[in-house]
């Protein structure tokens, strides 16, 4: 499984937790919170991974 696919599986469940948690808690919560900078760690570990991708390397580059 690559890292992106596993990334996306695992920003589907904490979003999925954090729904699940929103319709029995407040949302300030402590247990929603968390789960809710977890969700915003990952999106931003996807993010970067993409932008990873998309730049085009140095060595590939003719001048």
């Known amino acids: 499984?690559?890292?992106e696919?596993?990334?996306?599986?695992?920003?589907e469940e904490c979003r999925n937790?954090?729904?699940?948690?929103?319709?029995?808690?407040?949302l300030t919560s402590e247990r929603v919170?968390?789960?809710s900078a977890k969700l915003d760690?990952?999106?931003n570990e996807y993010?970067?991974?993409k932008q990873k991708h998309q730049?085009?390397?140095l060595g590939k580059v003719s001048c």
């Open 33 to 35: 919170v968390y789960v």
């Open 41 to 43: 760690f990952l999106l």
């Open 55 to 57: 730049q085009p390397t």
């Open 5 to 11: 696919f596993k990334l996306l599986k695992e920003i």
């Open 17 to 26: 937790e954090m729904n699940r948690l929103a319709k029995s808690h407040s």
């Open 1 to 3: 499984m690559n890292v």
């Open 47 to 49: 993010e970067t991974l």
